[in-house]
């Protein structure tokens, strides 16, 4: 039977082993303990090894109880993370003593199962594998100076953990990260346990500058080269993006006209809504009413009335509507343009 190990309520303790399974003050069927804060440190029982720790189980109260790893013989020891809802997963020291130690604390309202961690001593620690994956962006068409929201998920394909998974934005002209590229913005991400993975999004601006043509958006995890990795050739992602120059396409739709039935000199109520079918704002909206013999507006149509409309955005619509009065001298069969429906007389 292998040897098991606890955590202490409160205070310290220190353990020098190569094997067994570290537990929380409940042991390995009992609930952790109100208001523990306590610590342990693990050194190797073979000089030159370092301690890996496998967490098979992890179940405590997200936000409120917490564990600390700290990689060295003590709490003054660099941190290496907190952990309260995601497992620690595989935990190695990295000094040359080997030693790990851990700090678990909990309030007094509630209390889980707490955690199961596997021990053994290695002599080399494996490096991390960031990689993105599901790179994903709207639109794919982006107007100089306008924003795009893309989200990609970050993973660690390694059994080690990552220090930090940030990913970076990059507008490119080809799918190979350079210094020529341009960083857009950035996701912060702390750090990322050995197979597991987060999910990153941000909202970009293309610089107004930016020419019309065709471009890459670069998704590059680890941007900043933090982290040592065993292989850095997987930690880009590439969607293809074009950047247009600015249109707008004011379109009339749903047009309405009350009495389609009607005589010379008799009011109209008008009505239609106006929609931007382009990727720009239009600065005006305005609809203007007009009487024509045909279908097609010319210079031969009359004018009947108008309705002011500001800036439009696009994807947008606005209602608009107007009265006015028939001419008293048309003639049967007059269509206005902006309805585009016959008014017979």
């Known amino acids: 039977m292998s040897q098991t190990y606890q955590l202490p309520i409160a205070g310290s303790a220190a353990f020098t082993t190569c094997g067994g399974t570290l537990y929380d003050d409940g042991g390995a069927n009992g609930n952790y303990s109100a208001s523990a804060n306590g610590t342990v440190t693990l050194t190797p029982a073979t000089a030159g090894n370092k301690i890996r720790l496998e967490f098979t189980s992890f179940h405590v109260e997200t936000n409120y109880d917490r564990l600390y790893i700290y990689d060295g013989s003590d709490t003054a020891a660099p941190l290496i993370g907190v952990y309260d809802s995601q497992s620690p997963g595989m935990v190695y020291a990295t000094t040359s ?151 707008t396409d004011l379109v009339v739709q749903q047009t309405n006209v009350n009495t389609p039935n009607t005589a010379p000199g008799n009011s109209l109520s008008l009505s239609c809504t106006i929609a931007n079918q382009g990727n720009a704002p239009a600065n005006f909206s305005s609809v203007g009413y007009y009487i024509s013999t045909d279908i097609a507006l010319d210079a031969n149509d009359q004018l009947l009335t108008s309705s002011f409309g500001g800036q439009l955005t696009p994807s947008y619509n606005q209602y608009r509507s107007a009265t006015t009065n028939v001419p008293p001298d048309l003639h049967p069969a007059i269509i206005t343009s902006c309805s585009q429906r016959i008014i017979k007389m």
């Open 97 to 247: 003593a080997g030693t790990l130690t851990l700090r678990f604390t909990s309030d007094n309202v509630y209390q889980d199962n707490g955690f199961a961690a596997t021990i053994a001593c290695v002599t080399s620690i494996p490096q991390a594998d960031l990689a993105i994956q599901g790179a994903s962006a709207q639109p794919l068409a982006i107007v100089p100076g306008n924003s795009l929201s893309v989200n990609c998920t970050v993973y660690n394909l390694s059994g080690t953990n990552a220090q930090t998974s940030s990913v970076g934005y990059y507008l490119s002209s080809d799918a190979t990260l350079s210094a020529n590229d341009i960083l857009l913005d950035k996701s912060a991400g702390g750090l990322l346990g050995g197979n597991q993975s987060s999910y990153r999004s941000a909202t970009l601006s293309v610089p107004p500058a930016t020419l019309p043509g065709s471009y890459y958006l670069l998704f590059a995890a680890d941007y900043l080269g933090l982290v040592n990795e065993s292989n850095e050739n997987n930690n880009v992602a590439s969607i293809s993006v074009n950047v247009v120059p600015p249109s």
